[in-house]
């Protein structure tokens, strides 16, 4: 009788070490750790629409990327002698009087420093306006934009409408004509787009902030 129960309990040991090693046999494998690579992961380039994102372009400013590369192949050059970009503040989607935006870059400079053409192109209008005060209208040579300068004191020495200016090429001088303090002279510098219907009376602006260069670039 005892013999047959030690019998009974040594083969039921043996089944379960059975079940055991089958059980075992069906559980993956885990993986081999990887170790970390110590080079860099290379990171696929920019799209055009995420440059022009990291720039602070949108649809309202840019409408298309081609316009976007359009504008960028000029290299405008700050319009201001003497001005790097580090001197420069994107202030055109500041607010006026609370109720419209800016819509264009003051530069600021002493009274009497000359405003450079931004790029080459043709004088379209010389205009005293009451806001603007002494502006010179440059339309670029594919009458597509049109660059506006504002708050003159004077324009250069025979200026007149119809002229060919090429890039860098002084203007005008900086001034407070129009609305601009007395005590803040500076250039009102923007960027209009001819392509698009008027709107109040102007053309939609283009902030000229993105694509400015300073001398030299």
Known sequence: M??????FVVLLLSLLV???LMQAMRVPLAPAPVAPSSAPVAM?????????AQAGITR???????????????????????????R?????????????RHEAL?????RGTPVLAAGDGTIAKLQ???????TIYENDPDGRYSYYYAHLDHYAQGLHAGQVVRRGEVIGFVGSTGNAPAW????????????????????????????LVAAGR
């Open 88 to 100: 420069l503040r994107d202030n055109f989607d500041e607010m006026r009087g609370g109720v419209r």
């Open 106 to 110: 003051d530069i600021m400079a002493a």
């Open 18 to 20: 059975v079940v055991c």
């Open 184 to 211: 803040a002279p500076h250039l009102h510098f923007t960027i209009l787009d001819l392509s698009q219907p008027p709107h109040w009376g102007s053309r939609p602006a283009v902030n000229p902030y993105p694509f």
């Open 128 to 134: 005293h306006h009451p806001l603007g005060g002494i």
């Open 2 to 7: 005892l013999r047959s129960r030690t019998a």
């Open 60 to 86: 309202e400013n840019v409408a298309s990327a081609g316009e976007m590369q359009s504008l960028m192949g000029r290299r405008l050059l700050i319009p201001v002698e003497g001005v790097d970009r580090s």
């Open 44 to 52: 696929p380039p920019a799209t055009l629409h995420e440059r022009a």
